[in-house]
C-alpha cells in the first residue's frame, strides 16, 4: 500500500525532503516509525517523535491503511 509521510521542522532536514510517498505492507504507526528510523538515522536523536495520522495525533497501534497521510513532528517544549 502507498502511503504519504510529511516531515516537519527538524525532521525536513535530517531526512532532506518535505514529503515522501512510500510502499509498505500492513503495519503500524509504530512499525512505521521504526522503519523510518533505520531508513534516517538522525531521527534516532529524538527519543520520542509526535506522529498525525490522517491530520490527528492517535495511537501508534493504530493500523495504517492505503492512502494514508502520517505528518512526523519532532518533539516540541514551551515554557
Not at 525532521?11 to 503495519?27: A, L, N, Q, W
Not at 527519543?47 to 492505503?66: C, M, P, V, W
Amino acid at each position: 500500500m502507498k502511503i504519504l509521510i510529511k516531515y516537519y521542522a527538524k525532521y525536513r532536514d535530517s531526512t532532506g525532503r518535505k514529503e515522501e510517498f512510500i510502499d509498505v505492507p500492513e503495519m503500524t504507526v509504530k512499525d512505521l516509525l521504526s522503519l523510518l528510523r533505520g531508513k534516517y538515522p538522525k531521527l534516532n536523536e529524538d527519543k520520542t517523535s509526535l506522529i498525525a495520522l490522517n491530520n490527528r495525533f492517535g495511537k501508534e497501534e493504530a493500523i495504517l491503511s492505503d492512502g494514508d497521510i502520517i505528518s512526523v513532528f519532532p518533539p516540541v517544549s514551551g515554557g
